[in-house]
């Protein structure tokens, strides 16, 4: 346990947001966020004062977390990583697998949270191809203790399940990123142009289950996860693809994991599709410009161009009558940027 993680324990165990932690200790969320991250180390009267404040004692602080000063610390990095049948994208919050078994008859999405190493398993669902069956399970958020919703009796005692972080230690790291702690706002449009915008207003994530729907988004720049289940309409989509922004919207250049059921599953994008051995570096981004407001079939894939927009507010002409709307002001969990 490094000394950031350490004082994180204690701020959890006592129920404290990074603020209210940062309140009673005279510093900021973001001095609190450096500390637990190992960014930055806390004076030794911050030490002491944490020791009084919570009845622990210095020693427990600093022997558990004297790796911190160790040279060979091995930090925790948000990444994507891949191997011949799976891909794990990590944040420090979240780690979603989209998988298959090696004969692609079982196609597989996993959903932990947690902090960093420290996941469980809140939200599963594969898609037998022989069968063709899909079966899920997800904890409600924020439950206590955790319900969950499936229409599996062999999923859904899985849920709770430790998250495996060896598991990525033999696969290839395609990217990788960091989680923006800074709290500085997001461009607008005026300030940055549409393509930046899209780019920095997309690059982070989002989690929602309740009885009526469970849904979780992840966009690290380069790709993008999309894991949602709704169980009265029976609709479960599980996809993976690459969305590259150009000059006036959004390249869908590869779609390289899909599970989905919808209705009979006869609409055009009801099929199932696994290939992990597609990557971003085959897309060609087109350098014309689309008509505003059209969704366009290309040779080098879907082309969601520019509907309307003003400084806060994107939307892009989805397929159909489809909109993709994005926001500056869109509430996430975690936003990202590139790791530079």
């Known amino acids: 346990m490094t ?3 350490r004082i994180q324990q204690i701020r959890i165990e006592h129920g404290l947001s990074q603020e209210e932690f940062a309140e009673k200790l005279g510093t900021t ?27 622990v004692t210095t020693d427990s602080i600093l022997k ?14 948000c990444g994507v990583y891949r191997s011949a049948n799976c891909e ?5 919050k979240f780690a979603l697998m989209f998988y298959c078994s090696s004969d692609k008859n079982i196609l597989g999405a996993k959903l932990y949270q947690g902090y960093e190493n420290k996941k469980r398993l809140v939200a599963i669902c594969e898609r037998d191809q022989l069968e063709e069956k899909i079966e899920y399970a997800y904890f409600l958020e924020n439950s206590d203790p955790h319900t969950a919703i499936s229409n599996s009796e062999r999923l859904a005692p899985r849920l709770g399940g430790a998250y495996d972080s060896n598991v990525k230690n033999s696969m290839r790291r395609l990217e990788s990123f960091v989680v923006d702690h800074t709290g500085t706002s997001l461009p607008t449009v005026k300030d940055a142009s549409i393509p930046k915008c899209l780019a920095s207003w997309r690059m982070a994530d989002n989690y929602y289950a309740n009885c009526d729907q469970f849904i979780f988004f992840l ?16 609709d479960i989509y599980c996809g993976a693809s690459y969305n590259i922004v ?20 006869s609409e055009k994008f009801c099929s199932f599709h696994c ?12 350098t014309e410009q689309c008509e505003l407001g059209k969704c366009l079939e290309t040779d080098k894939g879907l082309m969601w161009c520019v509907k309307r927009y ?10 159909g009558d489809d909109e993709y709307i994005y926001r500056r002001t869109d509430k996430r969990i975690e936003h990202f940027t590139a790791d530079t």
């Open 219 to 234: 966009c690290t720049g380069k790709s993008e996860y999309v894991f949602f289940i709704k169980p009265k309409e029976v």
């Open 3 to 5: 000394l950031g993680q």
């Open 275 to 286: 290939d992990f051995s597609f990557e971003s570096k085959e897309i060609r981004i087109p």
């Open 246 to 265: 150009f000059d006036l919207g959004l390249l869908s250049g590869g779609q390289f994991f899909r599970i989905r059921n919808y209705k009979d599953n």
């Open 29 to 55: 969320r973001q001095s609190v966020s450096r500390w637990e991250l190992d960014q930055t180390y806390p004076e030794i009267s911050k030490i002491v004062l944490i020791s009084k404040i919570f009845s």
């Open 310 to 319: 003003n400084d806060d507010e994107i939307v892009l002409q989805g397929c």
């Open 64 to 77: 558990d977390g004297i790796s911190t000063f160790d040279a060979d610390v091995d930090y925790f990095t």
């Open 88 to 92: 794990i994208v990590e944040t420090e």
